[in-house]
């Protein structure tokens, strides 16, 4: 069968990375989500995320497409006010949905943390689900920019926190890298001397400045390439682009694809913050357009749409 009979529609997905959250408490605890929370961030206007997003309105985003298994990541709960209220929230969701999604989950810590010990421990102590663990530690010029998702530059080369990254593999977790370009020399540093530990780069390294940087971008990318425990979820590139083709993505997808290479690369819809500029159809068709452009055969386009996540996170 040649990649053109694959039907977007029916190719099994693996989601490896999409957010839910619950907002209907007007107290809650998602930092990024709260009415004071400036509306201007890095995917452009906050404001019509900042309600409840279920499960079943992420199946209804997702409609005709199979959407087989998901993997939730973290959406900057506040641990410190309530330490396991979102995933305790995450558990009750997949109750409630046959395919019992989400299915895995990636938690926060922060692992500078003088407990990061314990809520790793009880993190995979108590919850069977969680398969990874996210920090956002992107950094731009100052706390001030936008860009800025963390509260300090540093955390990469900062030994209190890779000991905290070192402790990743005793418990069977993996890591999910929300960085930019200017930062993946470090993190390729950080992947070599942890090579027991599966890191995946989220939303293909975050080409905040698109093509202006793109050479910078490249080399980073290539550097974290070399490292094999490495891998690389193609999503989130309309955070940046707006008004988006699938030509203006390709550069992006198939630099991935090229350094990274088939088995280490996984689709990711990003929903619903990608959905500010995409019907999660428009992101699948985009992807499977590239990857028909660049010459994937059907077997290598399954691995990116469905098997690579369901090897990575376990499922």
Sequence with gaps: MSNNDISATTLPIVDAH????????????????RPDTPNDFIAGDRRPLKS????????????????????????????????WGDIEWL???????????????????????????????????????????????????????????CDRPDYLTDDKWKQGFGLLNQYGLSFDLAIYHH?????AQLARENLDTTIILDHCGMPYDNMVSINQWKAGMAALAQQPNVSCKLSGLVMFQHNWTAESLRPFLECALN??????????????????????GQLVEANLQVAK???????????????NAFRIYRL
């Design 293 to 307: 452009e660049v010459g994937l055969s059907k077997q290598e386009i399954e691995r990116i749409f469905h098997d």
């Design 259 to 280: 350094v990274f290479g088939v088995d280490r690369c996984l689709f990711a819809s990003n929903f619903p913050v990608d959905k500010l500029h995409a019907t999660f």
């Design 52 to 83: 409840t997003y279920s499960i079943q309105d992420y199946i209804k985003d997702t409609g005709p497409y199979n959407v087989v298994k998901s993997v939730h990541v973290e959406a900057a709960y506040d641990i410190h006010a309530d330490p």
């Design 18 to 33: 999409h957010h839910l959250w619950n907002l209907s408490d007007p107290n809650h605890h998602y930092t990024f989500l």
């Design 183 to 187: 930062q993946m020399n470090d993190a």
């Design 91 to 149: 558990y009750e969701q997949a109750k409630t949905n046959k395919n019992q999604l989400p299915n895995v989950l990636v938690a926060h810590a922060n692992l500078a943390d003088d407990q990061v010990r314990e809520r790793l421990a009880t993190l995979t102590n108590r919850f069977d689900k969680v398969r990874g663990i996210r920090h956002l530690i992107n950094w731009l010029d100052s706390k001030e920019s936008k860009y800025t998702l």
